[in-house]
């Protein structure tokens, strides 16, 4: 298997939630979404799904991103791929925000300046 397959592209709302501080998560809902919701997954920062190029090179290095969105479709795995292409180690969250809320997982309260 390689980086490419589905497998290490992914990453299920159980597997982050068993260990999250392993992660560094970025929520990349299109910020009309980031604005209506109720806030983030613990720990997440902002990340613009559209000034990616802005905010890539403030991520640490030697430590795995997890991307999310919404739904965990076309924003958060195309904002992964970008990050790939720039030498991260990355996954999309499978489900996306609401699939994680939908479990009853914690959420926090956003920063008021992402």
């Known amino acids: 298997m390689t980086d490419r397959t589905p497998e290490f592209q992914s990453i299920s709302a159980e597997a982050l939630a068993r260990e999250p501080s392993g992660y560094t998560l970025v929520d990349v809902r299109r910020r009309a979404r980031y604005d209506e919701a109720a806030g983030v ?10 000034r990616v190029a802005d905010w890539a090179a ?28 720039r030498g991260h180690e990355v996954r999309h969250l499978t489900g ?8 009853g997982r914690p959420i926090q309260a956003k920063d008021r300046q992402p």
């Open 58 to 85: 403030g991520l640490p290095k030697g430590k795995p991103v997890v991307v999310y969105c919404v739904h965990g479709y076309e924003i958060s795995q195309g904002v992964a791929a970008l990050l790939r292409g």
């Open 96 to 103: 996306g925000y609401d699939d994680w809320v939908a479990a």
């Open 41 to 50: 997954l613990p720990g997440a920062r902002y990340g613009d799904p559209e």
